[in-house]
């Protein structure tokens, strides 16, 4: 019964990772630019490793850097969720290439408040891996507030994040 439950929940949350993820900053800017990055994609860190030009950085460009790794992850996330979800731990392991994505955009992102921003989504989806291991995983059901927080503080974070790269 429990698996019955989990797999719808952690559909919708797969869901909304990939709706949150593709209004990725590509979108939003020229068509040049969004080709680029999604031809090559290791050109961001190359760009971002310079000290020089990551200090002037622009919100754009940082976010534009991000769509790389966070599309990689998002077709992770989708493979997973085409296969099926009756294993909760395949799908909790999915969101940590979400997490792993996060973590690499972070790293190489020079951009201070993108940057940021890209921290709390990272930070946030950390916690709702974590929860939804408590949940699904290991049937702790006395986590499963903690897995809602989660969930709404990654929504918001990943909202706050949409915004400045549209803006």
């Known amino acids: 019964m ?5 797999t719808p ?3 919708m949350a797969a869901a909304l990772a990939m709706t949150a993820c593709s ?3 590509a979108d939003t800017t020229s068509t040049a630019p ?6 090559a994609p290791s050109a961001a860190p190359a760009t971002s490793s310079d000290a020089d030009a990551g200090a002037d950085q622009s919100a ?12 990689e992850a998002r077709e992770k996330l989708s493979e997973i969720a085409s296969v099926g ?3 909760p731990q395949a799908a909790v392991d999915s969101w940590s290439t979400l997490v792993e994505a996060y973590r690499s955009v972070v790293d190489t992102v020079t951009n201070p408040e993108v ?5 709390t989504v990272r930070d946030d989806l950390t916690t709702l891996r974590d929860a939804m291991q408590k949940v699904y ?3 702790d059901m006395g986590a499963l507030s903690e897995f809602t927080d989660a969930t709404s503080a990654w929504q918001a974070s990943q909202n706050e994040l949409l915004n400045l790269c549209a803006g």
């Open 9 to 11: 929940v952690i559909a």
């Open 23 to 25: 209004g990725s900053p």
């Open 85 to 87: 979800l009756g294993d």
């Open 34 to 39: 969004a080709d680029a990055a999604t031809t």
């Open 2 to 6: 429990n698996r019955r439950i989990a």
């Open 137 to 139: 995983v290991d049937q």
């Open 115 to 119: 940057k940021a921003a890209a921290a």
């Open 60 to 71: 754009a460009e940082a976010c534009l850097s991000m769509a790389g790794p966070i599309a």
